[in-house]
């Protein structure tokens, strides 16, 4: 059956290793925070100024003057580090982030990924998205694999205006996980199908995928 918003969240902090510096988007990719693996101890990143975000706080720990770039009330972990917006931005033009999880609402078959405005939509703007996919060293999508009317959101190409070009690495479905393999398709890239949730199957997510994709020899059972 379909991952549910903590099973991708859970999937997603595989992706973890012990001294990353991560980015979390907003949305699913704030719930990767509750399910860091033991053992493992990561540094999470926020846009507007903060190295070392802690847990969500109690009702008695709240302080309206910490928040996240989502404006999510946060707390900060021990060594937390505050700083400017400006040399938050460094951070990640500077290449200095090792894995930005995010949300999309559409990636294309290349690797491009459209995340930040539907048109004819208010929106206040692109915020970070565009730094991080340009700048961190991978980017992890997660994603439900269909939007609400039931039309793919991997695409042979993106119809909504683009974050950034070739710039996802892995794409976490409810259906599915998907690995950018950049030499495929005479070096335009491919993602390559490589797990699958439990109870889908392979035809499921090639029917209710638009984009050309690849299938892995050996397909394995999404851990969560």
Do not use: Y
């Amino acid at each position: 059956m379909p991952l549910d918003r903590n099973q991708l969240a859970i999937r997603a902090a595989q992706e973890l290793e012990d001294g990353f510096i991560v980015n979390l988007g907003i949305g699913i990719p704030t719930l990767v925070a509750n399910h860091i693996p033991d053992g493992i101890d990561v540094w999470l990143q926020s846009e507007n100024g903060l190295l070392g975000i802690g847990p969500f706080p109690t009702e008695s720990e709240l302080d309206p003057d910490l928040i996240n770039a989502g404006k999510q009330t946060i707390t900060a972990r021990d060594g937390a580090a505050f700083f400017s917006s400006s040399d938050s931005f460094a951070m990640i033009r500077g290449g200095h982030i090792d894995i930005a999880i995010l949300g999309a609402m559409e990636i294309s078959q290349t690797g491009d990924i459209a995340n930040w405005m539907i048109p004819g939509k208010m929106i206040k703007g692109m915020g970070g998205a565009m730094d991080l996919v340009a700048g961190v060293k991978k980017v992890v999508v997660v994603m439900e694999h269909t939007n609400k009317h039931g039309d793919s959101k991997i695409k042979a190409e993106c119809s909504l205006p683009l974050t950034g070009l070739k710039c996802v690495d892995m794409v976490i479905t409810d259906l599915c996980v998907l690995e950018l393999d950049r030499e495929a398709a005479g070096g335009e890239g491919r993602f390559r199908l490589i797990e699958l949730a439990p109870g889908v199957t392979k035809d499921e997510v090639l029917s209710k995928t638009e984009a050309e994709i690849l299938v892995a020899d050996e397909l394995a059972e999404v851990p969560v």
